[in-house]
């Protein structure tokens, strides 16, 4: 039994598909990457895990957590599980934290909506020493932390009431490199030491290859690849993750020098979406049919799948 | 996608002439912050430099300082070889351009693209055909047609674009230099590549000299001649890059190395903390606080600033 | 070059048109503002200036409203609705001159106040708040007296004493812009600080400066109403304010002639109403991205 299943989950904003029929399971003390850049369809994909859409946003399928759909759920249920079942790392975490109120105030909120400890100060202190900050610091107020120690309140804020699975959308993009492996590092032990799921959402492929168990990168709200982390950074079979992989190259690798690696145009809109595969247009390796023919994921090697008519079953 | 004739590592690129460079510069905020602590750096015509560093430690002060925005406290910046005159700033802007990290924030919402690239070219009232002048800048930057682009305001192109159009307006002056601060960070990865090698590709074509502020060593290694790394106001490693970030000899440079994701790299040196402020420099080397392998002298003893002499020089008590 | 240019401000013109053209609150108020603005137009043509003049009224005292004298008579016998008319010639003229005095004193001194670091900025700052602190009644009162009654002294002294709220208000705002990378980039480009204030600064400051005047004209419209009625204006000039001053003082309202009391009042509210609307709509508009940059 999965801890999250998305079983053909599709989202659309009025005419906009977001996202298009995606299905991934995610088990409990497994990390699962999402590798993608602005306008695949990733964030919408997470907001879906906690129902955080707005009323505009059709959902069509089934997001299966700890055995129920959320998608079905009542309305008092979801409260139950928003944050106690299942908490977001916001990504830009100077705007997720309130700038008037003290950290400690903000953490201990969840805290009390849900009622998951009696002495909450002491649960709040708890929290800060989880993530490596000292328990004094509950009294300062957001603008008075660096980009990492506020990146780190957030993961803090995720975890208030214990939660099964956490949802990480680009936790450490605007972080410095020694900041983003000591969050990573956090991240990954927080996992194996609470025995959660994770979903680490990015579009740097390296983070992911690192961090991850698998990968699953998505294009214009679909996914285009899936597999293990290792094998995907190692051997990426998509054209995109190919171009994505490159985009963060490996220091030592004398191909890359002087060769920057990436994809003319720009990710597509999800208003206007290419026929056939949609990452024709870009693809440097594309054929003929890719404009007329609609891709699937097909079998591309033990446990990967790839939507290339390039990749032969 | 790859651009430009891969030019071979061991090999001098540039020309050897100095363009852009510092001489013991230092630039110190309220008389207690000092971003920049004492800096020699010399960049040659043609050359690409990337200078590198995480937030705080002074690499984009220093690049203000060295486009003239900012004053420095002590030392001189040089132009062509010639100390900065601060009161012919005008001229000194047509060759020396900037581009900044956030093209969104970077472009005046209200005016054109047409305008914004032109602008450079009515403040400094360039003689000639104002359109030719705008079309060759956005061409050159890789916005084609660029008729199409005119009318267009920031907020309907995408990231990619509005950086070009950037490029484009700083182009347009027909600079000689361009100091790039973070110039891909806030782009889409797929995007990157191509700004990058539009880079690269104004240095082989025009012959630009390029500085890039970053905090990315993967862009040093795609695009850099020469990486310089900066902490705590200060260069503490510079040389050619293939030499300072496959045999990196300062221990900073050696973390920063280790912690760039990578699965052939399993040991990592994780630095405890983020480096301190700047208002509160430590005594001896500067990285002592946090250095993994640091001696009994590293708290007393008086590093030189790295020279200009070219090779790969790290500013540490093992190496000297 | 220049067909480029024109290119894109007639572009830029019609665009605006086709939008505003739609917002039905703007339509409102342009509608009404039309009215009020060709009454003042036709007036001198339309009207003799024997209406005005008090020995030729041939009415009654007091008539209340008839075929004749559809807004009815005042003490000395004139047509009101005729007195109302020509009174929107001079309610209009001081209420736009002075504000265009205020807006163009304000935005600068607010701009460079703002722009400018220093001694400069800090002595502007000191004056804006002098005369914001100083209530704007006796400031009034005591100008206009030593000036002496004229409509072209009420428009200066309105237009002096109204430009401080605005000045504060656009030098916050020229701060926040000065703080973004596009001010950086143009100085990085070469531009000195005229070029930075008028062609980044002052686009963007535009919106709120736009703003800022509607609500200034309905302040200027009801200073003039006020100082008039409190009899500093030009006792020979009929504006809504004088009218109203006279209705009071010949008893008009003992007298019960509502046709006297009410309709300068209800101008007054019309035109600041139509110019609130009509500010408010071109606000909407103006930004490019439909929101405040």
């Not at chain 1, 649960?123 to 008075?144: C, I, K, M, Y």
């Not at chain 1, 680009?170 to 990954?188: C, F, S």
Request: hydrophobic letters at 45%.
């Amino acid at each position: 039994m999965s801890l999250l299943e998305f079983r053909d989950v599709s989202v659309d904003y009025g005419d906009i598909p977001a996202v298009r029929g995606v299905t991934l399971n995610i088990e409990r003390g497994e990390v699962l990457g999402i590798a993608g850049e602005s306008g695949c369809g990733k964030s919408t994909l997470a907001a879906t895990v906690l129902r955080l859409l707005p009323d505009s946003a059709r959902v069509g399928g089934a997001v299966i957590l700890d055995d129920q759909d959320v998608l079905t759920m009542t309305w008092g249920r979801l409260r139950a599980v928003r944050w106690a079942d299942a908490a977001i790392v916001f990504q830009g975490a100077l705007h997720g934290l309130n700038p008037v109120q003290a950290i400690g105030k903000q953490l201990a909120e969840p805290i009390r909506l849900h009622k998951t400890a009696t002495d909450v100060d002491a649960r709040v202190a708890e929290l800060l020493t989880q993530v490596g900050l000292p328990p004094s610091r509950a009294r300062a107020f957001p603008h008075e932390l660096s980009g990492g120690q506020r990146q780190r309140v957030m993961i803090a804020m995720a975890l208030a009431c214990a939660p099964d699975l956490i949802i990480a959308d680009e936790p450490t993009t605007a972080l410095d490199v020694m900041v983003q492996a000591q969050v990573l590092d956090l991240l990954t032990s927080l996992v194996r030491e609470l025995n959660m799921g994770m979903v680490l959402i990015s579009h740097d492929l390296g983070v992911l290859g690192t961090t991850c168990d698998r990968i699953a990168v998505m294009y214009a709200g679909r996914i285009v690849e899936t597999g293990p982390a290792l094998d995907i950074f190692d051997d990426p079979r998509h054209p995109y993750t190919r171009a994505l992989a490159g985009a963060f190259p490996r220091i030592g690798d004398d191909a890359a020098r002087y060769a920057p690696v990436g994809l003319p145009g720009d990710p597509p809109y999800a208003g206007d979406l290419p026929s056939g595969c949609t990452f024709h247009p870009r693809c440097p390796e594309v054929m003929p049919e890719c404009a007329t023919t609609t891709v699937e994921l097909r079998p591309a090697g033990p446990g990967r799948a790839a939507a290339c008519l390039r990749v032969l079953p | 996608m790859t651009v430009g004739q891969p030019v071979a590592d061991g090999q001098p690129v540039a020309s050897g002439q100095p363009m852009i460079g510092a001489r013991d510069l230092a630039v110190v905020f309220g008389g207690r912050v000092r971003a920049v602590d004492g800096v020699d750096l010399e960049v040659d015509a043609g050359e690409i430099v990337a200078l590198v560093g995480e937030s705080g430690c002074g690499k984009t002060t220093l690049a203000r300082t060295l486009l003239g925005l900012e004053k420095p406290t002590a030392g001189t910046v040089l132009f062509e070889g010639k100390p900065l005159d601060y009161r012919r700033l005008k001229d000194f802007r047509r060759q020396v351009q900037l581009v900044l990290q956030d093209p969104l924030g970077a472009l005046n919402p209200r005016h054109t693209v047409y305008d914004a690239v032109a602008e450079g070219l009515r403040i400094h009232k360039v003689p000639g055909d104002e359109q030719a002048q705008v079309s060759e800048a956005l061409s050159q930057a890789g916005l084609r047609p660029p008729e199409r682009f005119f009318l267009r305001y920031p907020h309907e192109l995408s990231g990619g674009q509005r950086q070009r159009v950037v490029i484009a307006g700083a182009l347009a002056l027909k600079p000689r230099v361009l100091i790039a601060d973070e110039p891909v960070s806030s782009l889409d990865a797929s995007v990157r590549g191509e700004i990058l090698g539009l880079l690269l590709r104004l240095r082989d074509e025009l012959g630009l000299t390029v500085l890039v502020v970053t905090h990315d060593l993967g862009l040093a290694w795609n695009i850099a001649d020469r990486v310089a790394v900066m902490y705590l106001g200060r260069i503490v490693e510079v040389g050619p890059t293939a030499d300072v970030l496959q045999s990196p000899q300062h221990p900073y440079t050696q973390a920063l190395l280790s912690v760039v994701p990578d699965i052939a790299r399993t040991e990592q040196i994780v630095l405890t903390g983020e480096p301190p402020d700047p208002a509160r420099i430590p005594t001896g080397c500067r990285f002592h606080p946090r250095c993994p392998v640091v001696l009994a002298e590293c708290t007393s003893v008086v590093l030189p600033i790295l020279g200009i002499e070219p090779g790969h020089r790290a500013a540490c008590v093992r190496v000297t | 070059m220049t067909t480029i240019a024109g290119q894109r401000r007639r572009l830029a013109l019609s665009r605006f048109w086709t939008q505003f053209r739609h917002d039905r609150a703007g339509m409102t108020g342009l509608i009404i503002l039309g009215i009020f603005i060709l009454t003042a137009i036709l007036a001198p043509i339309l009207i003799s200036p024997d209406a005005l003049d008090v020995t030729q009224a041939e009415g009654d005292r007091f008539d209340p409203p008839s075929l004749a004298y559809p807004l009815g008579t005042d003490e000395s016998g004139r047509s009101i609705l005729l007195l109302l008319a020509w009174g929107t010639r001079i309610s209009l003229t001081v209420g736009l001159a002075a504000t265009i005095i205020s807006m163009v004193i304000g935005t600068a001194v607010g701009i460079m106040a703002g722009h400018f670091r220093g001694v400069g900025s800090h002595a502007l700052v000191g004056v804006t708040d002098w005369f914001l602190v100083i209530p704007f009644l006796p400031l009034a009162i005591v100008l206009a007296t030593v000036l002496g009654p004229s409509t072209l002294n009420l428009i200066i002294v309105i237009g002096i004493t109204s430009w401080a709220g605005t000045a504060r208000l656009i030098r916050a705002q020229t701060m926040s812009i000065e703080g973004r990378p596009y001010i950086e980039r143009s100085r990085a480009l070469g531009a000195g600080n005229w070029h930075q204030m008028t062609r980044h600064v002052l686009p963007n400051v535009f919106p709120l400066v736009l703003a800022n005047t509607t609500l200034t004209v309905a302040i200027v419209i009801l200073s003039e109403t006020t100082l008039s009625f409190l009899g500093l204006g030009d006792p020979l000039a009929p504006s809504w304010g004088a009218i109203l001053d006279r209705a009071f003082s010949t008893g008009a309202v003992s007298q019960g002639a509502w046709w006297y009391v009410l309709p300068p009042g209800i101008c007054v509210v019309l035109v600041v109403l139509a110019f609130t609307l009509v500010g408010r709509a071109m606000e909407r508009i103006v930004d490019p991205r439909g929101s405040t940059a």
